[in-house]
């Protein structure tokens, strides 16, 4: 039960599950957030000083409004101490405008011939008619794709250096039974600290070899090269400490993303079907692939649209409080944490009837509640939003059709996965099994449909 503010400044707790604490979370955190949502509404607090914002309501809210609710820094690779210390905000702002104009969605429409060569690699490379561990060879083939999309011609170079940022990202969220405080040099710490300096070690004489050749480069890199109008060049400190993350970023989440989709063409070998057919149109030549060719395919969007509502990798996120402030309604005191939650936003019947069934055709159908504010949280909203959310669709639309057109999918009869919901909702250990369909037939449509 809440207690009601009044104007004598009485606060207006959020309700509390009764028995709700960080042991019942930590034991199954999704059941938690559900029960949370269900038995208290669109606000709820867990232990004191941590709110969930359950609804689509209030999680929008909570990320539109940065200055109440800023985001803390990723503690995952955070800019290295250098001459001119870390970046200021003007020189943050003017890399994320920088980068966004190489991921913004005609950015990405028009390298979409490139990205679909890169994406067919994972059916090529499958071992058909047996169970496969899925996820390691996703990521291989995401980060080739990711890595290419950012650097271009460079992507040979640093692409062993970004799998190790990998690896030191793994290393870095694995649950551990003490939290060390922020500057204490744990050896997960070093380590992720080793592999940034070897990246950023490796990036530098790209970017100075662009830089004085004059030839800068179409690609994400080549846009923080160019100097804008408002800012001026972007100076190379910035380019290489915001690189690491946004690298790791191409393929980590999108990895995470395609194993929930794969998962699901094997438990719905009816929506496999149908993408399979739509998946007719693309050219035989992965790289012929168009923006045309990608527009057309709206069957497969809205089921990988579906996945990310169903499973959406980042269920969770996290702000701050710094003052108090209110949150429908409520009151959320100072120097609290703040868990905004997509995965039970996606859930409420409210916004999405049958919400736990995967029906893909909710996003084709035009009475859809999708144009609403807050309803579809995959990536995000506010300024925080996700900067590769147009490349991750594309990648994961163009991967998930030339699969199915290839392959029916099966998994076996006990799961061969676990769901971690730690650092994102993710199957680890997926195994899938993929068999070829229809013998004789050329893996795309023939040259014709070009
Ligand atoms: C299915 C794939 C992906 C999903 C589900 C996803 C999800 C998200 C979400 C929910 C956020 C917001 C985090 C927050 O508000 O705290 C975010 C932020 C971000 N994403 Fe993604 N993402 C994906 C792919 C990508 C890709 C391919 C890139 C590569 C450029 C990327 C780069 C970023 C960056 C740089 C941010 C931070 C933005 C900021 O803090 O200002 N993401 N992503």
């Known amino acids: 039960m809440s207690v009601r503010g009044d104007l004598m400044g009485r606060v207006n707790e959020p309700p509390r599950l009764p028995e709700g604490n960080f042991a019942a979370w930590s034991r199954d955190r999704l059941a938690m957030a559900r029960r949370g949502a269900d038995e208290c509404g669109d606000v709820w607090q867990l232990e004191s000083g941590v709110y969930v914002a359950a609804t689509a309501g209030p ?45 913004r969605p005609q950015a990405v429409a028009a390298r979409i011939g490139e990205i679909a060569s890169g994406t067919v690699r994972f059916a ?20 080739e794709v990711g890595v290419r999309y950012l650097f271009s011609e460079d992507a040979p170079t640093l692409l062993p250096f970004a799998r190790q940022l990998f690896v030191a990202r793994e290393v870095l969220v694995r649950p551990t039974r003490w939290v060390w405080p922020g500057w204490v040099p744990t050896p997960a710490r070093r380590f992720r600290t080793r592999q940034q300096v070897a990246f950023i070690n490796a990036l530098r004489p790209i970017v ?173 909203t506010g300024p925080h939003s996700c900067e590769g959310a147009a490349l991750a669709m594309a990648v994961l639309t163009v991967l998930t059709a030339q699969t199915a057109h290839r392959y029916h999918l099966s998994d076996g009869p006990e799961p061969g996965y676990r769901v971690t919901t730690f650092e994102g909702l993710a199957t680890p250990g997926l195994h899938l099994r993929a068999t070829v369909r229809g013998r004789g037939s050329p893996p795309f449509g023939d040259k014709a449909s070009t």
Not at 85 to 99: D, Q
Not at 260 to 280: G, M, S
Request: glycine fraction near 6%; charge should be positive.
């Open 59 to 103: 999680c929008e809210e909570v990320l539109h409004r940065a200055q109440d609710f800023p985001k803390p820094p990723s503690p995952l690779f955070p800019p290295l101490k250098r001459a001119g210390g870390a970046p200021t905000s003007e020189e943050r702002a003017h890399a994320r405008a920088a980068r966004m104009r190489g991921l």
């Open 124 to 143: 090529d490379q499958w071992p058909t008619g047996r169970d496969v561990e899925i996820l390691p060879l996703l990521r291989s083939v995401l980060a």
């Open 208 to 380: 100075r070899r662009r830089r004085s050749s004059g030839r800068l480069g179409d690609d994400v890199l080549g846009q923080m090269l160019r100097p804008s109008c408002r800012y001026g060049a972007l100076s190379e400190g910035a380019i290489l400490d915001t690189l690491p993350g946004i690298t790791v970023a191409t393929f980590e989440t999108p990895s995470r993303a395609a194993g929930w989709i794969l998962l699901h063409l094997a438990r719905h070998p009816w929506a496999a079907d149908r993408i399979a057919a739509e998946a007719a149109l693309l050219p035989a030549d992965a790289a012929a692939t168009t923006s045309t060719h990608l527009e057309r395919l709206q069957y497969t969007r809205a089921v990988v649209r579906e996945v990310l509502r169903l499973q959406p990798p980042s269920w969770l996120l996290t702000r701050r409080a710094p003052r108090r402030t209110q949150l429908a309604d409520y009151t959320i005191n100072a120097g609290s944490t703040v868990l905004v939650c997509p995965y039970t936003a996606h859930r409420d019947a409210r916004e999405h009837p049958d919400p736990d069934r995967f029906r893909p055709e909710r996003w084709l159908d035009d009475s859809c509640s999708r144009a609403k504010p807050g309803v579809f949280l995959a990536f995000g």
